[in-house]
């Protein structure tokens, strides 16, 4: 267990409709990343919060938002959902923001799909 | 920004056989090179990583070799078993920024053949 926890495991919606992913850090690791993955894809980084704030931004599209609340738990908010945003996604955690010493522990992610 | 490939996509090795997966990279100053595993429908999970002062790095049956000059990296698992069938990502990141600007690879499905 990573100790990330991601709500909820599945969700399944339709186009248009709106949903919203959440996680929960490991105790004590102040940043958190969401990433995309699609069938068969890689990793794709969407965005990452630091202690509360947006620390780095990946190619989110403009219908994904995020934040991340004062408890450090994060959500992210999909809207005007497409077929294409059909996927698996993750929540990471890592202690410090720049460096290597602190690798991402990924959270078991929430399949979503979009009907 | 950074530019991370991987290959081969798919790759089949016969149980105690070693097996090789490849990455390069574009941005040259990119120092810190982690490898995920994810097994089937589960999470990423670090699986050992380098960062550009050293040449190699060894775990067990294990191992990742930098060449900086070519901006290439590579993970090596030897005397392969089946439990490490699964799908193997490689990814950079530039200097000071550890997991920030993390750029995954496509990443490589290994099968290991009993």
């Known amino acids: 267990d990573s100790g990330v926890t991601q709500t909820p495991k599945h969700l399944i919606t339709a186009t248009g409709q709106r949903v919203t992913l959440r996680c929960s850090p490991r105790s004590g690791d102040l940043s958190v990343y969401w990433y995309q993955q699609s069938l068969d894809q890689g990793l794709q980084f969407l965005i990452q919060?630091?202690?509360?704030?947006?620390?780095a931004k990946g190619n989110i599209l403009e219908r994904f938002s995020a934040q991340q609340f004062p408890d450090l738990h994060s959500e992210l908010n999909l809207s005007s959902l497409e077929l294409g945003d059909s996927a698996l996604y993750f929540c990471?955690?890592?202690?410090?923001?720049?460096?290597?010493?602190?690798?991402?522990?990924f959270g078991n992610g929430t399949r979503l799909t979009v009907t | 920004g950074e530019n991370v490939e991987q290959h081969p996509s798919t790759l089949s090795v016969q149980e105690g056989d070693s097996a090789v997966i490849k990455c390069t990279y574009s941005?040259?100053?990119?120092?810190?090179f982690p490898w995920y595993k994810q097994e089937l429908g589960k999470r990423p999970q670090l699986i050992i990583d380098?960062?550009?002062?050293?040449g190699e790095k060894k775990d067990q049956r294990i191992a990742v070799t930098l060449n900086k000059t070519a901006k290439h990296f590579s993970l090596h698992i030897t005397e392969t078993q089946p439990e490490d069938s699964a799908v193997y990502f490689c990814?950079?990141?530039?200097?000071?920024?550890?997991?920030?600007?993390?750029?995954f690879g496509t990443g490589t499905r290994l099968t290991i053949i009993p």
């Open positions: 990471a955690s890592s202690a410090r923001v720049r460096t290597s010493e602190s690798p991402l522990h």
């Open positions: 919060y630091y202690n509360g704030e947006e620390r």
């Open positions: 990814a950079a990141s530039p200097p000071n920024f550890g997991n920030e600007k993390l750029t």
């Open positions: 380098i960062r550009s002062n050293v």
């Open positions: 941005d040259s100053a990119s120092n810190y």
